[in-house]
């Protein structure tokens, strides 16, 4: 075996690929966790109560520029072993999506603050029971749309605008991925609920790889019909 031969095959075989992506998926979580934490620790400090709902809502605003940039190095991995670097990857996507992702992201947190105190006062404003499911409905829906939005503004340069008409185009011209995004949603809830928001952003990575695998579809068409060749 010549030495250019095993130098082409090094990093390329199935072991080597599945180590590629568990080293980026570690490296990543890390920089989400460092990009988040001073939201992300007064969030787990955050008493749950409806007077807290808002500053929750704030506690997340690092968040959306955090998980832009693991979309987007996620999506530039390599995955070769012998070349990898995802925290480049990482940093560049933080500095070129950071001011587009928080013009979608502060106005659904401020949205989400606005239903999140309405439900955690439920109980006290006296409304029928249906009123709880209308509330939930509107919340799923602009989280779903969210969802999109992260992703194409982490992928591409669109004005917002661009980037509002696609995400919404989106949840209804790809209705599995919309339906998965869902599923993902109600697993976040359900860690969230059932254990603690420090655990959900330990998953951060995984789930954001998820998010980006469920919109496979979403991005191949807007590549192919809405960016020059």
Same mark, same amino acid.
């Given at each position: 075996?010549?030495?250019?031969g095993?130098?082409?095959?090094?990093?390329t075989?199935?072991?080597?690929?599945?180590?590629?992506?568990?080293y980026t998926?570690i490296?990543?979580?890390l920089?989400?966790?460092l990009t988040?934490?001073?939201?992300?620790?007064a969030?787990?400090?955050?008493?749950?109560?409806?007077?807290?709902?808002?500053?929750a809502?704030?506690?997340?605003?690092?968040?959306?520029p955090?998980?832009s940039?693991?979309?987007?190095?996620?999506?530039?991995r390599?995955?070769?072993l012998?070349?990898?670097r995802p925290a480049?990857?990482?940093?560049?996507g933080?500095?070129l999506?950071?001011a587009?992702?928080l013009k979608?992201?502060?106005p659904w947190l401020?949205w989400?603050?606005?239903v999140?105190?309405?439900?955690a006062?439920?109980?006290?404003a006296?409304?029928?029971?249906?009123?709880a499911?209308?509330l939930?409905? @509107? %919340? #799923? =829906?602009?989280t779903?749309?969210?969802v999109n !939005?992260l992703?194409i503004?982490?992928?591409f340069?669109f004005? $917002?605008?661009d980037v509002a008409?696609?995400?919404?185009?989106?949840l209804?011209?790809?209705p599995r991925?919309?339906?998965?995004d869902?599923c993902?949603?109600? @697993? %976040? #809830? =359900?860690?969230?609920l059932?254990?603690s928001e !420090?655990v959900?952003a330990?998953?951060?990575?995984?789930?954001? $790889?998820?998010l980006?695998w469920n919109?496979g579809p979403?991005?191949?068409?807007?590549?192919?019909?809405?960016?020059?060749p």
């Amino acid at each position: 075996m010549s030495d250019v031969g095993a130098a082409r095959r090094f990093g390329t075989g199935p072991l080597s690929r599945v180590s590629a992506l568990v080293y980026t998926l570690i490296v990543v979580e890390l920089l989400i966790l460092l990009t988040a934490v001073p939201g992300l620790v007064a969030l787990v400090l955050l008493d749950r109560s409806a007077g807290n709902v808002p500053l929750a809502a704030a506690c997340l605003l690092p968040a959306g520029p955090a998980l832009s940039a693991a979309l987007y190095a996620l999506r530039h991995r390599s995955r070769e072993l012998a070349d990898l670097r995802p925290a480049g990857a990482f940093w560049r996507g933080y500095r070129l999506n950071f001011a587009g992702v928080l013009k979608i992201w502060a106005p659904w947190l401020a949205w989400m603050a606005v239903v999140g105190t309405s439900l955690a006062n439920f109980a006290a404003a006296g409304v029928p029971g249906w009123w709880a499911v209308l509330l939930v409905a @509107v %919340a #799923a =829906g602009p989280t779903l749309w969210v969802v999109n !939005a992260l992703v194409i503004t982490s992928l591409f340069a669109f004005r $917002a605008v661009d980037v509002a008409r696609l995400a919404a185009y989106a949840l209804g011209r790809f209705p599995r991925a919309t339906l998965a995004d869902a599923c993902l949603l109600v @697993v %976040a #809830a =359900g860690v969230t609920l059932f254990a603690s928001e !420090a655990v959900l952003a330990l998953l951060a990575s995984v789930l954001t $790889a998820t998010l980006l695998w469920n919109a496979g579809p979403m991005i191949t068409e807007v590549q192919q019909r809405f960016t020059r060749p």
